[in-house]
T-cell receptor, first 114, second 113 residues
Framework: QQPVQSPQAVILREGEDAVINCSSS?????VHWYRQKHGEAPVFLMI?????EQKGHEKISASFNEKKQQSSLYLTASQLSYSGTYFC???????????????FGQGTILTVHP | DAGVIQSPRHEVTEMGQEVTLRCKPI?????LFWYRQTMMRGLELLIY????????DSGMPEDRFSAKMPNASFSTLKIQPSEPRDSAVYFC???????????FGSGTRLTVV
């Protein structure tokens, strides 16, 4: 039930773009994206709801393909501050239970070099 | 808003000892989650509460783990007896309602020797 993220790691130079994917074998209600810097807590970036639109946050945006149960996180013109581990968290609402419960992917390590 | 507050930040204990981790969620957040993070297993949900009531504890590893939420502003996660394999970072997170992002606390780094 854990979503699968790809790639496992990405190395970029400042200004380059990256895409991180998150796939689930289950029908999803929502997908969350978080960024965690070393030694810190995960920080919420955005949420995509079933039937919702693509979201954006400065130069970071995401999409949710309900047919494929996939979400993608787009980082454009990357900055040094974007470095960290990115996690997707997926919510399944089967039978009206488990509202709000997130299962996290294994994470994608993003490193941005000057 | 002080965010989600966890204590202690670091805990080192000997195998067999009881460990209690504490969490104060953001006021008004009805959902509280306990996660454990390790390199091998990533972020695992242990248990979560809605309005102080445990909703899903299927992630609790075994009977050595227990969690309580006696009121809306306080929750504990207890491990008794602790074992070296319990070493991990334990995060508490809260959310106002489903459909909103989680706010994580700073975590408790537990080391059992």
């Amino acid at each position: 039930q854990q979503p699968v993220q790809s790639p496992q790691a990405v190395i970029l130079r400042e200004g380059e773009d990256a895409v991180i994917n998150c796939s689930s074998s289950k029908a999803l209600y929502s997908v969350h994206w978080y960024r965690q810097k070393h030694g810190e807590a995960p920080v919420f970036l955005m949420i995509l709801l079933k039937g919702g639109e693509q979201k954006g946050h400065e130069k970071i945006s995401a999409s949710f393909n309900e047919k494929k149960q996939q979400s993608s996180l787009y980082l454009t013109a990357s900055q040094l501050s974007y470095s960290g581990t990115y996690f997707c968290g997926t919510e399944i609402r089967a039978g009206g239970t488990s509202y709000g419960k997130l299962t996290f992917g294994q994470g994608t390590i993003l490193t941005v070099h000057p | 808003d002080a965010g989600v507050i966890q204590s202690p930040r670091h805990e080192v204990t000997e195998m067999g000892q009881e460990v209690t981790l504490r969490c104060k969620p953001i006021s008004g957040h009805d959902y509280l989650f306990w996660y454990r993070q390790t390199m091998m297993r990533g972020l695992e949900l242990l248990i979560y509460f809605n309005n102080n009531v445990p909703i899903d504890d299927s992630g609790m590893p075994e009977d050595r783990f227990s969690a309580k939420m006696p009121n809306a502003s306080f929750s504990t996660l207890k491990i008794q007896p602790s074992e070296p394999r319990d070493s991990a970072v334990y995060f508490c997170a809260s959310s106002p309602v489903p459909g909103y992002g989680y706010t994580f606390g700073s975590g408790t780094r537990l080391t059992v020797v």
